[in-house]
């Protein structure tokens, strides 16, 4: 009975941990579209409600960081247990920093409110709307321990790359044709990168699952569409700027 009782016990720790990580995968989920809707709609009341659910996430992630530290130094575990648990640990950690980058963006949507509307800023809720589409489904991967599904995921975080290598070279030409929208592009700039990081993160996750689920790391070279450091935007001849 008491052999009985301990296995119990340990699989109500690992049915935690995995609790835990859903949960964090659904706020994150959450801020995320919610910081992109206060883009979308200049709402700073809104954005400001995820600057402050950033800290629910941090707590989230100290109690998973505490079980798992206990289900490693009592229960000694192996094999797909061991994975579990290291698993959970680095996924809480980009979860965390997904959480992270959409109070970012959220932070910057309420200074970029305060300036007049400018045109492309609608492409940041495109550019949005993908990277919220890996993290849902780098996370129902996890839930399924689908590791294709996690596969897909990695390799469509290129075209999140792409997209934000081409709104890049957008915002530069804005800022060079009227200095005026030199402070309103610059948060866009940021908030674009914070997105593209998001997807970074998400790739992160999609290759921990697949270490989960197959006990092998995933040895593809990481496909990257970010060509953004190689980008040089230069006046017209006519001196436009």
Same mark, same amino acid.
């Given at each position: 009975?008491?052999? /009985?009782?301990?296995?119990?016990?340990?699989?109500? !720790?690992?049915?935690?941990?995995?609790?835990?990580?859903? /949960?964090?995968?659904?706020?994150?989920?959450?801020?995320?579209?919610?910081?992109? #809707?206060?883009?979308?709609?200049? +709402?700073?009341? &809104?954005?400001?409600?995820?600057?402050?659910?950033?800290?629910?996430?941090?707590?989230?992630?100290? /109690?998973?960081?505490?079980?798992?530290?206990?289900?490693?130094? *009592?229960?000694?575990?192996?094999?797909?247990?061991?994975?579990?648990?290291?698993?959970?640990?680095?996924?809480?950690?980009?979860?965390?920093?997904?959480? +992270?980058?959409?109070?970012?963006?959220?932070?910057?949507?309420?200074?970029?409110?305060?300036?007049?509307?400018?045109?492309?800023?609608?492409?940041?809720?495109?550019?949005?709307?993908?990277?919220?589409? *890996?993290?849902? +489904?780098?996370? +129902?991967?996890?839930?399924?321990?689908?590791?294709?599904?996690?596969?897909?995921?990695?390799?469509?975080?290129?075209?999140?790359?792409?997209?934000?290598?081409?709104?890049?070279? #957008?915002?530069?030409?804005?800022?060079?044709?009227?200095?005026?929208?030199?402070?309103?592009?610059?948060?866009?700039?940021?908030?674009?990168?914070?997105? !593209?990081?998001?997807?970074?993160?998400?790739?992160?996750?999609? /290759?921990? *699952?697949?270490? *989960?689920?197959?006990?092998?790391? &995933?040895?593809?070279?990481?496909?990257?569409?970010?060509?953004?450091?190689?980008?040089?935007?230069?006046?017209?001849?006519?001196?436009?700027?």
């Amino acid at each position: 009975m008491a052999a /009985e009782h301990i296995i119990k016990s340990y699989d109500e !720790e690992l049915a935690r941990l995995n609790k835990t990580i859903v /949960e964090m995968g659904g706020l994150a989920e959450s801020q995320l579209a919610a910081a992109i #809707e206060a883009v979308a709609k200049r +709402d700073s009341e &809104l954005a400001a409600r995820v600057v402050e659910g950033d800290a629910a996430v941090d707590e989230l992630q100290r /109690e998973l960081d505490n079980l798992a530290i206990r289900l490693l130094a *009592l229960r000694q575990p192996m094999a797909r247990d061991l994975r579990e648990i290291f698993a959970a640990l680095k996924i809480g950690a980009d979860l965390e920093r997904i959480c +992270d980058y959409a109070a970012n963006v959220a932070k910057r949507s309420i200074a970029l409110a305060q300036t007049p509307p400018i045109q492309p800023v609608h492409a940041l809720p495109r550019m949005g709307a993908l990277a919220l589409a *890996l993290v849902k +489904d780098v996370i +129902d991967a996890y839930v399924e321990r689908n590791a294709e599904k996690a596969l897909d995921v990695w390799r469509r975080d290129e075209e999140l790359d792409e997209m934000y290598s081409s709104l890049f070279r #957008e915002f530069l030409t804005y800022m060079m044709e009227d200095p005026r929208n030199i402070g309103a592009c610059t948060h866009l700039l940021f908030m674009a990168k914070n997105i !593209e990081r998001i997807g970074d993160h998400a790739t992160n996750i999609s /290759e921990d *699952l697949y270490y *989960l689920v197959h006990g092998r790391a &995933l040895t593809e070279a990481r496909p990257k569409g970010d060509k953004s450091s190689l980008e040089v935007v230069a006046p017209d001849r006519n001196g436009a700027r």
